[in-house]
């Protein structure tokens, strides 16, 4: 059984800052590369960032380059997101979910968390 619980979402006005969690179950969290997508609205889920086993490979879509930091703890079972200088269109909620193997950032599973909602105003 997969499960992944995202936290940290909150309202933030424009510039601000926010660090998401997310508690993996999953007891060879280690073995597999971790993502961050997020959905915005009316929007399909979209690719944020990822990050390899060993902590050493980091990707990131484009717009967030720059504001975002991916980061893991191994021992811990945890994947984090830290999000500075905060903008509107940042606007969706955030999942995580392992990376499928030998893929860029494709979901290993089928099955995702609730979600976190982060909300930037202007």
């Known amino acids: 059984q997969v499960q992944l619980v995202e936290s940290g979402g909150g309202l933030v006005q424009t510039g601000g800052s926010l660090r998401l969690s997310c508690a993996a179950s999953?007891?060879?969290?280690?073995?597999?590369?971790m993502a961050w997508f997020r959905r915005a609205p009316g929007k399909e889920r979209a690719f944020v960032a990822r990050?390899?086993?060993?902590?050493?490979?980091?990707a990131y879509t484009d717009s967030v380059k720059g504001r975002f930091t991916i980061s893991r703890d191994n021992a811990d079972n945890v994947v984090y997101l830290q999000m500075n200088s905060l903008k509107p269109e940042d606007t969706a909620v955030y999942f995580c979910?392992?990376?499928?193997?030998?893929?860029?950032?494709?979901?290993?599973?089928?099955?995702w968390g609730q979600g976190t909602q982060v909300t930037v105003s202007s």
């Open positions: 979910n392992y990376v499928a193997r030998g893929t860029l950032y494709a979901p290993a599973f089928n099955s």
């Open positions: 990050i390899n086993r060993s902590n050493d490979s980091i």
């Open positions: 999953n007891p060879t969290f280690s073995t597999y590369a």
